[in-house]
């Protein structure tokens, strides 16, 4: 496993006050993102004066959606977006809106929970190990099994909730559920629903929109990116059972997507882009999160989050809250330069890939070669090393803040919560190895899994 050498503190390397990018092509951006705390390197480039070192005024723009989000980058009336890390490489292979997005950028690691109902959570307590009187953490979804075979048993549908079909909320929920024995459903060329042969119904929700979804009884529970998860237990209506980073510690989280028309028409700007947005990965961790407390301030206003600010605090300054008063460290849940987070594995591209085939998204099996193909298409290190590179010879980084897998792969993992181990060179093996999924050539038709 790589890592990232400590970092320094930018005002100690006695940085120059403006070096803008030489031969910006387009000056003025329009970029867009979703209401949530992982937005924050764009928020902070922007607050920070990052953005404007380099010659560049962007406008930031809240998006209703990630359909829409998606939609008006493809279309150009945004220059690029904070997007979910699944989809540029969906749109890349055509499953749902197709158009060619690439991301230079990886914008966090953690990051997200799975939260379920007060009603539900009772239901699941007494098959939850206990220490010291509170809840055993990770909980594994062996503990909800039980709760959904009394909702079936009573014909109650299981009604579950996540933001989008390629969001990594949809692939961990599905991971969590299916590691503790339950069928989260599987997609068909003809059935986009996600639902063939579930235990559980999962639909999607926009973000903000969850806890009131869950407090009207819509739906049980919803996998989702902060404050959300934490506004759950603010307003006493449900209880995060389990982070991101219980199910695969570490995982990539949302990426900076842009078309690959605009990085061929504007390399210097998307040079200039992503420079901007490393500095704001390494002001929002250094210091030990010493930058947090300003960060959860500028995240809290209208016009980022809009959220209290105690509740994006909540998760966003080394804690995380379960149930109401059951706070926990939680220093790793909002990574945006450690660990090499920030920069753009193919490995990472591989494994939202290996989802998107496990639950009959890719409705056909294809080669490994296909999925380093694929990944090499919309995951762009070459763009990133530029843009690290350049910070270095300027002064705002270090060499040694950079220390990652010459060939883009991080190296084989094993930290995901049912033991599986990973390696993004061999896919096919590791979505054989998964217990309830896709495997080999099976497809998904008529209702049913053909061999």
């Known amino acids: 496993m790589t890592r990232i050498s400590a970092l320094l503190i930018s005002s100690a390397l006695g940085l120059p006050a403006f070096a803008e990018t030489p031969g910006i092509e387009k000056d003025e951006l329009t970029l867009g993102f979703i209401k949530l705390t992982d937005m924050a390197p764009l928020a902070i480039a922007r607050?920070?004066?990052?953005?404007?070192?380099?010659?560049?005024?962007?406008?930031?723009?809240?998006?209703?959606?990630?359909?829409?989000?998606?939609?008006?980058?493809i279309s150009g009336e945004l220059d690029g977006a904070h997007m979910l890390a699944g989809q540029p490489i969906a749109a890349t292979i055509g499953y749902g809106t197709r158009g060619a997005v690439v991301t230079p950028f990886s914008m966090d690691l953690n990051g997200n929970a799975i939260t379920v109902s007060n009603a539900v959570w009772e239901a699941m307590k007494p098959h939850v190990a206990m220490e010291g009187?509170?809840?055993?953490?990770?909980?594994?979804?062996?503990?909800?099994?039980?709760?959904?075979?009394?909702?079936?048993?009573?014909?109650?549908?299981?009604?579950?909730?996540?933001v989008f079909p390629v969001s990594t909320h949809n692939y961990e929920?599905?991971?969590?559920?299916?590691?503790?024995?339950?069928?989260?459903?599987?997609?068909?060329?003809?059935?986009v629903s996600g639902q063939i042969?579930?235990?559980?119904?999962?639909?999607?929700?926009?973000?903000?929109?969850?806890?009131?979804?869950?407090?009207a009884g819509t739906i049980l529970g919803y996998s989702v990116?902060?404050?959300?998860?934490?506004?759950?237990?603010?307003?006493?209506?449900?209880?995060?059972?389990?982070?991101?980073?219980?199910?695969?510690?570490?995982?990539?989280?949302?990426?900076?997507?842009?078309?690959?028309?605009?990085?061929?028409?504007?390399p210097q700007t998307t040079l200039a882009l992503t420079k901007a947005l490393i500095r704001a990965a390494i002001w929002l961790d250094e210091g030990d999160n010493a930058n947090r407390a300003e960060a959860v301030g500028i995240l809290a206003r209208a016009e980022y989050v809009g959220a209290d600010a105690a509740v994006i605090a909540n998760s966003m300054t080394g804690t995380f809250e379960?149930?109401?008063?059951?706070?926990?460290?939680?220093?790793?849940?909002?990574?945006?330069?450690?660990?090499?987070?920030?920069?753009?594995?193919?490995?990472?591209?591989?494994?939202?890939?290996?989802?998107?085939?496990?639950?009959?998204?890719?409705t056909e099996a294809q080669p490994d070669a296909w999925y380093d193909e694929t990944a090499k298409a919309v995951y762009r290190p070459d763009l990133y090393r530029l843009a690290a590179e350049?910070?270095?010879?300027?002064?705002?980084?270090?060499?040694?803040?950079?220390?990652?897998?010459a060939d883009g792969y991080r190296a084989p993992v094993a930290d995901f919560i049912d033991g599986a181990a990973y390696d993004g060179k061999a896919p096919n093996a590791y979505i054989d190895s998964l217990t309830i999924g896709l495997k080999g050539d099976q497809t998904v038709a008529g209702g049913e899994i053909i061999n």
């Open 225 to 266: 990116g902060e404050p959300w998860n934490q506004a759950a237990v603010a307003k006493r209506i449900g209880v995060p059972v389990i982070t991101d980073h219980d199910i695969w510690k570490n995982n990539p989280e949302k990426v900076f997507g842009l078309t690959a028309e605009f990085v061929e028409a504007n």
């Open 390 to 405: 350049a910070l270095i010879a300027e002064g705002h980084a270090t060499p040694g803040m950079f220390d990652v897998d």
């Open 47 to 73: 607050e920070k004066g990052f953005f404007e070192d380099e010659g560049l005024y962007v406008t930031l723009e809240a998006q209703s959606n990630w359909k829409v989000l998606l939609d008006r980058v």
């Open 173 to 191: 929920l599905r991971y969590w559920l299916a590691a503790g024995g339950i069928n989260p459903g599987f997609y068909s060329s003809t059935d």
């Open 133 to 162: 009187g509170k809840p055993a953490h990770p909980i594994s979804a062996s503990a909800l099994k039980p709760v959904v075979e009394a909702y079936a048993a009573a014909g109650t549908p299981f009604n579950l909730g996540m």
């Open 322 to 362: 379960y149930e109401a008063g059951d706070t926990r460290p939680a220093p790793d849940f909002n990574v945006f330069f450690r660990h090499n987070a920030t920069f753009p594995y193919y490995s990472d591209a591989v494994w939202f890939l290996t989802q998107m085939r496990r639950w009959g998204q890719i």
């Open 197 to 215: 042969g579930g235990d559980v119904l999962i639909s999607v929700t926009p973000p903000p929109q969850m806890p009131a979804t869950m407090e």
